[in-house]
């Protein structure tokens, strides 16, 4: 406690400074003015009295530097004095400040703002209260050959009742949900809960209520929660919509509550949110198709939380029964088993590889800035050798200058830090703006206090590693021997340069990396781009998804009928060549993966065929968007309106199942074996509908309306995406006639999520994308600096090599020889870079082999490419300088020396 408060004491006594100033003076006046008056009265002269008192008292200055340090901490004043005296220097070289801080906020800015997008994503915990105790509840299922497999009704019941580990449960699935009956009908974000999950989140309702067991319950009165943002610009925050009725889906439901501002569930943005409410006297063992969350309780682990799963896995196969027609045994040979995790996971996805790596790629760019702004401390240092070493000799200590050029640089980096920190500002707000896709948590991205200590800490720290190389060379022990030098007429030794050289290379080596990194992901596009996705010309086809709820239209021919009319009215809008209609897009984010059955393959008892993708289009589809017929035929409408029994197939799978495409037609399939047998009927083009980076699923093409499918009498798509092919795509009044078309024919069906499918098409190619722009201005930059460090080098040395240059030409050396020496020189120091760089770029470019895509790690083409690029720019950027010494007149040189 003593010591804190002696701390305290000092620490306040240097905002006290020139009060102690004062009593100091007047307190050593005091003593000497005693001591001359005992002088007096012992009969000396006033001269002589006041002499000898003040040889008593000593010298005052050095009784102030000791009372001083009684009173405030000398290293902390001693080290404010020091970036004063740094700060006046800086102030003294305007251009040499510029530059450097200019070239340390390009480093220090992108190292934040990158940093900030992965605090704001992968750091950050989740916006829910104890967010570390959630988890997603996953599965395996090897014996199905399924790594990542969800939760089922059946599951949630059973979990629900017999957990040990699990404070709240719950399952949820997002969609979408029409609501009509105030002004236009409008198509929102629906987000399905069963009781549990808000519950789990921690999230109370800021108005009103949450749902309850009953809310949950088929039969009871339908409710359902808004989110604040949605009531603001629905209903303009009007309170008294808790208990009034909204039509969703044309069924009318009360109004529970409202969310609180800002709430988001996980990363999707919601509108909607309602209970699932099933019936589970209807529930059948079924493959798990619903995301499950949990909140684990006090105290209890992820691996603890896995084990509890373990053990109720048995209990869910025995306490439900399988579907009619489905063997039992299929699920208990799946093997399931638990596979939870961490609730951000989830949200976060695998880009924690990506941010990693640009995190890693913008620490090189600061590196080299470091190295740029350390040649230019290095310039500055040597041309201050003289002064340095006057103020050796007068007395002062190495370790005083160094102490003052460490903390001249630490100062130039932080003003460099400022400046980088507005700069990092800038670049986020750009990043959220643009909110590329795949990038998760975009509201979390912000420049926050963490994100400032991190600027903070980084200026530092790059403050300390360029100014302890000039301070090393410059102002070590040996300082004093810059005295006995050989004088301004000296050319530069190879030792003097040594220093500014190696740095030098190290900028080109770390550009190497850079660029080569960049250029990976430029092959990595190049070859994403080559790949044909299966359809044609996505620019002219426009996409735009509609429903037609059950409590609007029951009868499944009518909802057919409907969609087929609004076909037949967009179909005559001026410019549309062709128009079809199916369940989802290719590429969109609306998949279904499922068993299928095969008539002539034969599964042993409890055998799970493999999953196939399954789509459900209308005839024309596959002409509307240039998907190729293989072999066979179209649906058409026939096949429809009679209820045939037709599929058509991928020819992935036609060739996976039967070898050839032509083989597979007239052969049968359904998706399980209370349902009927269907005849295939043709073979289409594959479609890289996971993305042009996957490979392109087995698919299955179904009908949009059929008979005793899944266990339904008749099965009809009430929610498609009707692809539209013309020119007009896109434009306002094209999307004005399309809607106006929708309503001729239904006045309460929305249109939601128009787009083209080029934006789609762009969108799997999202991920590429960002971390090519981000790698390319990287490159860019590294590449920058690397052409300024060696064009500063090969400058600097034709300054300082002037009396030389002019003794070479008066002994008759040609121009050409002596722009040959500085650009050999330049080169050398490029091909040195290029060489370690190569080998520092092998090992580091093997952690970006999850981001490519048609092309490897060590890419030959690609090292060539680049290091010829160092070398091309290299020879540039040390010509300028080169010819230079051209025109360097002997006689001048000579005469100025």
């Known amino acids: 406690m003593g010591r804190m408060r002696e701390a305290w004491r000092r620490l306040r006594s240097l905002g006290r400074r020139d009060a102690i100033e004062g009593g100091l003076d007047e307190e050593i006046r005091f003593h000497i003015d005693q001591q001359t008056e005992k002088n007096l009265r012992a009969g000396m002269s006033p001269r002589e009295a006041r002499r000898l008192a003040l040889v008593a008292f000593g010298g005052a200055e050095r009784v102030k530097e000791s009372t001083r340090d009684e009173f405030r901490p000398a290293l902390l004043e001693d080290s404010l004095r020091d970036i004063r005296y740094g700060a006046r220097a800086l102030r003294r070289a305007p251009g040499f400040t510029v530059v450097s801080s200019l070239t340390l906020a390009l480093g220090i800015g992108a190292s934040t703002a990158v940093f900030s997008v992965v605090n704001g994503v992968l750091i950050k915990p989740l916006p829910y209260p104890e967010s570390e105790t959630l988890v997603s509840l996953r599965h395996t299922a090897l014996g199905a050959g399924l790594a990542d497999v969800p939760m089922s009704p059946a599951q949630f019941f059973t979990y629900r009742d017999e957990t040990r580990t699990f404070q709240e449960i719950g399952l949820w699935s997002s ?54 943002g949605y009531w603001q610009r629905r209903y303009g925050g009007d ?63 992820l691996a603890q939380a896995n084990a509890d799963v ?121 990043i959220v703006t643009a909110a590329p896709a795949g990038l998760p948590r975009l509201s979390d991205i912000t420049v926050d206090p963490m994100v400032v200590a991190f600027t903070l800490i980084v200026s530092l720290l790059s403050g300390l590693v360029f100014g302890l190389i000039p301070v090393a060379r410059h102002a070590g022990p040996h300082i004093a021997r810059a005295l006995r030098g050989n004088g301004r007429t000296s050319s530069q030794s190879r030792e003097q340069h040594r220093m500014r ?18 250029g990976l992901m430029i092959r990595t596009f190049q ?10 010309e996505p620019n002219h086809l426009q996409l735009v998804r509609l429903a037609v709820p059950w409590a609007q239209v029951e009868d499944p021919e009518r909802v057919l009928q409907v969609q087929s009319d609004i076909r037949d009215r967009i179909a005559a809008i001026p410019g549309v060549s062709a128009v079809s209609f199916a369940r989802s897009a290719p590429m969109g984010p609306e998949k279904i993966d499922n068993l299928l059955l095969i008539e002539d393959q034969r599964y042993a008892q409890g055998q799970i065929p493999p999953d196939r993708r399954f789509k459900f289009v209308s005839p024309g589809f ?24 037709v599929a058509v197939i991928s020819e992935n799978l036609a060739r996976e199942v039967w070898r050839e495409p032509a083989a597979a037609l007239g052969k049968r399939i359904r998706p399980n074996a209370s349902d009927s047998w269907r005849e295939i009927i043709g073979i289409v083009g594959d479609v890289h509908d996971d993305g042009v980076h996957q490979r392109a699923p087995g698919t299955v093409y179904w009908p949009v309306l059929m008979e005793k499918f899944w266990g339904n009498p008749v099965l009809v798509q009430r929610s498609v995406t009707f692809a539209i092919r013309s020119s007009r795509t896109g434009t306002e009044s094209f999307l004005n006639e399309i809607r106006e078309a929708v309503w001729a024919v239904n006045a309460n069906v929305p249109l939601a999520e128009a787009s083209t499918l080029r934006d789609v098409y762009q969108r799997s190619l999202a991920r590429t994308s960002f971390t090519l722009v981000m790698l390319a201005i990287a490159g860019g930059t590294a590449l920058l600096l690397g052409i300024v460090g060696i064009y500063g080098v090969i400058a600097y040395a034709v300054t300082q090599r002037t009396r030389e240059i002019g003794i070479r030409v008066a002994l008759g050396a040609q121009h050409a020889g002596l722009q040959r020496m500085f650009m050999r020189e330049a080169l050398g120091l490029t091909g040195v870079g290029v060489a370690c760089g190569l080998g520092i770029a092998f090992p580091l470019t093997r952690l970006m082999g999850s981001l490519l895509f048609g092309t490897s790690a060590f890419d030959p083409a690609t090292y060539v490419a680049v290091s010829l690029l160092l070398v091309v720019a290299a020879a540039i950027a040390s010509y300028i300088p080169a010819h230079r010494a051209m025109s360097v007149d002997p006689l001048e040189a000579l005469r100025a020396e």
Request: glycine share 10%.
């Open 175 to 228: 969609g979408v949900a029409n609501v009509t009956g105030a002004a236009a009908p409008e198509e929102v974000q629906s987000l399905l809960v069963t009781h549990g999950t808000l519950q789990a989140l921690g999230v109370r309702p800021a108005v009103g209520r949450w749902f309850t067991r009953e809310d949950d319950a088929p039969g009871s009165v339908e409710t359902v929660i808004l989110t604040d």
């Open 622 to 645: 596959f002409d509307t968007l240039g998907v190729r017929l293989i072999a066979g035929r179209d649906m058409t409408w026939a096949d429809i309106h009679d209820h045939r029994s």
């Open 527 to 536: 070859a994403l781009a080559s790949v044909q996705p299966g359809f044609t």
């Open 501 to 518: 050289n190696a740095l030098v290379v190290v900028q080109v080596a770390l550009a190497l990396v850079l660029l080569v990194a960049a």
């Open 310 to 430: 373990a053990r109720m896995i048995p209990i869910w196969l025995k306490a439900w029964s399988a579907p009619p027609g489905i063997d039992p045994s299929i699920f208990a040979n799946a093997e399931f088993a638990p596979a939870l995790r961490a609730l951000k996971r989830d949200v976060v996805g695998d880009v924690g590889k990506v941010l990693w790596v640009l995190m890693g790629t913008v620490g090189i760019v600061l590196l080299i800035a470091c190295a740029n702004v350390a040649n230019l401390m290095l310039v500055r240092a040597e041309g201050r050798q003289q002064e340095l070493a006057v103020r050796a000799a007068l007395g002062a200590g190495w370790q005083r200058l160094a102490r003052e050029l460490v903390w001249e640089s630490i100062v130039l980096a932080l003003v460099g830090g400022a400046l980088g920190l507005g700069l990092a500002f800038a670049a986020v707000h750009l």
């Open 239 to 301: 309170p008294a919509m808790i208990g009034r009725t909204v039509t969703i889906d044309a069924r009318p439901r009360e109004v529970i509550g409202v969310m609180p501002d800002g709430f988001r569930f996980l990363d999707a943005g919601v509108d909607v949110i309602l209970p699932y409410r099933f019936d589970r006297s209807a529930l059948f063992l079924r493959k798990p198709m619903f995301q499950g969350i949990a909140r684990m309780k006090p105290g209890v682990t």
